[in-house]
């Protein structure tokens, strides 16, 4: 090993071990994370709080169903969970494939496929203003305000909650 090499490691090994001295990195209540996404043509933010993974690509298993939201179902980690298309949830006609699928927290599982990942960001909390659907089946909840414009932001329980009962599945047990 070269010294050139050895200073290096020497300065990597400080530099993690100073880390351990450093306090862990904590989210502040003045800021919120989200996905900026497009789901039937229309720009949307998800709150990264309530997801618990992205994935691109992710095979999906059509079912045969009257509920056309209803994508099929993927598996997640050795758990099968259902798929809804985003777009037809909130009303938009399905044009193309989607091909992201967000993770929902909470349960029942659910996972929820979009066209177009615009970027992730975090945005004081005075960007986001925050309101109710106008209807008990909305599932949009307040507005943020982002550089490339204002985006509805996506409630992903009220999502959930409209799926199941798509389905006909009323689940007293759904949590956010």
């Known amino acids: 090993m070269t010294d050139r090499m050895l200073s290096r490691v020497e300065r990597l090994r400080a530099d993690f071990d100073h880390s351990f001295s450093v306090p862990a990195r904590t989210l ?5 994370e989200l996905l900026a996404v497009g789901a039937g043509g229309r720009a949307y933010a998800l709150r990264l709080s309530q997801t618990s993974g992205l994935y691109p690509d992710r095979p999906v298993t059509p079912l045969p169903t009257t509920v056309p939201a209803l994508r099929g179902l993927a598996g997640f980690a050795g758990v099968v969970v259902p798929v809804y298309d985003l777009a037809a949830l909130l009303g938009h006609a399905i044009a193309e494939e989607p091909r992201w699928l ?3 927290t909470g349960t029942p ?12 960001v975090r945005v004081p909390v005075a960007d986001v203003v ?34 199941h009962r798509m389905a006909g599945h009323e689940h007293p047990e759904v949590s956010p």
Request: hydrophobic share 40%.
């Open 102 to 104: 967000v993770l929902a």
């Open 109 to 120: 599982p659910l996972a929820l496929a979009f066209h177009q990942l615009d970027h992730h």
């Open 130 to 163: 925050d309101g109710s659907g106008t209807t008990s089946r909305s599932c949009l909840r307040g507005m943020v305000r982002l550089p490339d414009g204002d985006r509805p932001i996506v409630d992903v329980p009220a999502t959930r909650a409209l799926a």
């Open 28 to 32: 502040d209540d003045e800021a919120v």
